[in-house]
């Protein structure tokens, strides 16, 4: 398993996950300049998404102020999350 599938699995099965940069270093055991790619390419693949004090999370399951301009709106994300919960 390459690292940005394991890194996307953890996110898959912790939605709920919230991640500092330096968590995610810690936690998958990286140095500066992988975090710094895996988490761009992440980011650019609209996987994960930015809160907007920095944190790292899955970009479907992300909280209403963390969502990119033209995103769902809350009432949009509370019904995903319910559909998501159900399957």
């Known amino acids: ?3 940005l ?3 996307e699995s953890e996110f ?7 991640l500092t940069e330096a968590q995610v270093r810690r936690l998958w055991d990286l140095d ?3 975090t710094t790619v895996v988490l ?8 994960l998404a930015r809160t907007a004090s920095g944190h790292c999370v ?3 399951f992300q909280l209403p102020f963390a969502r990119p ?6 009432t949009d994300h509370t019904a995903a999350l319910r559909r998501d919960c159900r399957t």
């Open 32 to 34: 500066s300049d992988t």
């Open 69 to 74: 301009s033209g995103g769902p709106s809350t």
């Open 12 to 18: 898959r099965e912790l939605p709920g996950l919230v």
């Open 5 to 7: 599938r394991r890194i």
């Open 40 to 47: 761009a390419t992440l980011l650019k693949r609209r996987f």
């Open 1 to 3: 398993m390459t690292l």
């Open 58 to 60: 899955l970009a479907r």
